[in-house]
């Protein structure tokens, strides 16, 4: 990508997108020892768009959802672009991070306790990001207060002065949730928020994300390793494999229509609860990291489809029915 | 062909001070077949696994491995009962011997509980090795060299050593990408069709057991709520918490207003 294409890519995403990961790449170290991570990682999230990620283990999630907030890996040198509500993040200082991270975007991991200070009270926990923008305390308490109702904590006062510990994980997750959204961000960034969770309680906390989002004209990023649950709840979803991605689809589409070889072997893979009972089809080998993989396309060690071709470049991304999809027949992937 | 059930389970409570994790539970298991047990976190899955193993004493209750009751620590029926019934669990990294070849530890059970010599058992290991897929490379390796799936292909290869009647698996595809988690339901599917084994599965995902049982029971609050044929189940569901958890799960055009609705005909108070 040339420094021309890179600066018109963060134009357009400074007017419209929440998010623009464009031509994101990352590796550790440099020259012949360098570490691959990410290459060629394309990413949009309109206003109000609820996007998903989704991929097996090591295929790049994280790193991509974190590269929004400008949080890398230690020793990482990231090329491309990333831009959040026009802030050039790959450019962005220290403090421009912190304002960044304060008022743009927020982020939600797996695991709640992780990410709150357990000696600390939750009202303090979601207060601190309103007080550190110059909102008198008596107001971000009462905003508190206001957002423990809208995420369903009953006694909502009460939890105020309770430590994380006196929370379940599904009413602590709803804790962060509030937190979260308590700075007004355009962007979310949701990383596997629900994986940890009951099923049951997994459905109320995406309701709540879901509803939380559509009234805010939030944009959400949601990081999953479950095509069931992206495909249900996301307009677009991405599907990445060992650090690149391999194919955009809208969320109905990837079901119906899967484009790329590694999305259609996935939910052959998946067993399900709908329809008719069908013998689910192993995939051969397993998910690699960009480091590990093939050249030339990285799943053709896997691929039932691959050949003489796949192992020639890495795959351009093309247009196929409604997808885009990094692979070189799309055409023989049929349902 | 035995129409004994090869594991029956009755009135099993466990309490740990106040709390009461298995309250009652009861159920039968033919040989070759394969019951699920599903239900929330904190349910009382895992306690009612780790009492059919062995590894807690309920408070009340009876397991008959056999027809026989398999009460007792003694080293007998310690023994006893491991011979006919195995477990498996989500991450079996901590049950292998860290120092120990994935191969040595495969070996293991048989020494305790075969007769046979040393070579008799190293070739059981690698035909175990190939049953479930792993190299003779990996067999060599230390349990830290292997790969999450890997791992648990070699727990399988442990536990079917000794050639038990029963497999109890406890969230033992959890952990695992769908890919891999697709290899380990084949190969569990291909034991159990060749050896007549049979399976209690426990797992929090209704897709997977839908995938690998017949049967299953439903467990709210350390009671069984509902039981059934695991299809009838899924379309039928009788119990509102059966109910809940099935409008739960993600489907596109997934209705998240009737997950509410749910959670109140369960909980008028919430
Ligand atoms: N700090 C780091 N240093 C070196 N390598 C890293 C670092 N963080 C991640 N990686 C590597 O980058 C790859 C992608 O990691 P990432 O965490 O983004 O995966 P993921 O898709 O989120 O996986 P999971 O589903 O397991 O969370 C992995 O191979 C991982 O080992
Ligand atoms: N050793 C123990 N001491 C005290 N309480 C325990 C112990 N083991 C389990 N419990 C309690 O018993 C109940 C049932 O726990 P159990 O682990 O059987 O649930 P589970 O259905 O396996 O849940 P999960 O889906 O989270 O694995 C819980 O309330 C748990 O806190
Ligand atoms: S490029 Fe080749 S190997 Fe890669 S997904 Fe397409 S067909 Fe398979
Ligand atoms: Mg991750
Ligand atoms: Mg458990």
Known sequence: MTVQDKKTA?????????????????????????VPLLDGVTVRVGRGETVGLVG?????????????????????????????GGVDV?????????????????????????????????????????RARGVPSREAAATALDLLEQVGIRDPRGALRRHPHEFSGG??????????????????????????????????????LKGMQRTRGTGMLFVTHDLDLAAAICDRVYVM??????????????FSAPAH??????????????????????????PRSLAEAPSGCAFRDRCPLADDDCAVAVPAVRAHGTSAVACVRPEEVTR | MTSEPVLAVSSLVK????????????????????????????????????ILAGLDAPTSGTVLLDGEPVTGRSRRARLRRARLLQMIFQ?????????????????????????????????????????????????????????????????????????????????????????????????????????????????????????????????????????????RILREPRHPYTRLLLDSIPVPGWDLDRVARDRRALDPSS
């Open chain 2, 91 to 231: 991450d079996p990294y901590g049950s292998f011997d860290p120092r120990q070849s994935i191969a040595a530890s495969i070996a293991e059970p048989m020494r305790l509980h075969l007769p046979g010599t040393a070579a008799d058992r190293r070739a059981r290991v690698a035909e175990l090795l190939d049953q479930v897929g792993l190299s003779e490379r990996a067999g060599a390796s230390l349990p830290r060299d292997l790969s999450g799936g890997q791992r648990q292909r070699a727990a399988i290869a442990r536990a079917l050593g000794i050639r038990p009647r029963v497999l109890v698996l406890d969230e033992a595809v959890a952990a695992l990408d769908v890919s891999i988690q697709a290899q380990i339901l084949t190969l569990l599917d291909g034991l159990r069709r060749d050896t007549g084994i049979a399976y209690v599965f426990v797992s929090h995902d209704l897709a997977v057991v839908r995938h690998i049982t017949d049967t299953a029971v439903v467990m709210r609050h350390g009671r069984i709520v509902e039981r059934g044929d695991t299809e």
């Open chain 1, 171 to 208: 009413m602590l997750q709803r804790v962060v949730i509030a937190g979260a959204l308590s700075t007004g961000p355009e962007l979310l960034l949701a990383d596997e928020p629900t994986t940890a969770l009951d099923v049951t309680t997994q459905a109320e906390v995406i309701g709540l």
């Open chain 1, 90 to 130: 790959l450019a962005a200082g220290r403090a421009a991070l912190r304002d960044l991270r304060r008022t743009r975007a927020s982020m939600i991991f797996q695991d709640p306790r992780a990410a709150i200070n357990p000696v600390r009270r939750v009202g303090d926990y979601l207060t601190e990001g309103l």
């Open chain 2, 15 to 50: 309490r740990f001070g106040d709390v009461t994790a298995v309250d009652g539970v009861g159920f039968e298991l033919m040989p070759g077949a394969s019951l699920g047990i599903v239900g929330e976190s904190g349910s009382g899955k895992t306690t009612t696994a780790r």
């Open chain 1, 10 to 34: 963060a134009d357009t995403a400074t007017r419209a997108d929440a998010l623009g990961i464009a031509g994101l790449g990352l590796a550790i170290g440099s020259g012949e020892d360098a």
């Open chain 1, 241 to 254: 494999y060992a650090g690149r991605i391999v194919e955009e689809a809208a969320g109905t589409a990837l």
């Open chain 1, 261 to 286: 070889p590694y999305t259609k072997a996935l939910l052959e893979a998946s067993p399900s609860v709908h329809g008719d009972r069908t013998e689910i089809r192993a995939i051969r080998g397993r």
């Open chain 1, 56 to 84: 097996e283990s090591g295929s790049g999630k994280s790193l991509t959802a974190r590269s929004a907030l400008g949080m890398f890996p230690r020793g990482a040198r990231a090329t491309g672009s990333v831009t959040v």
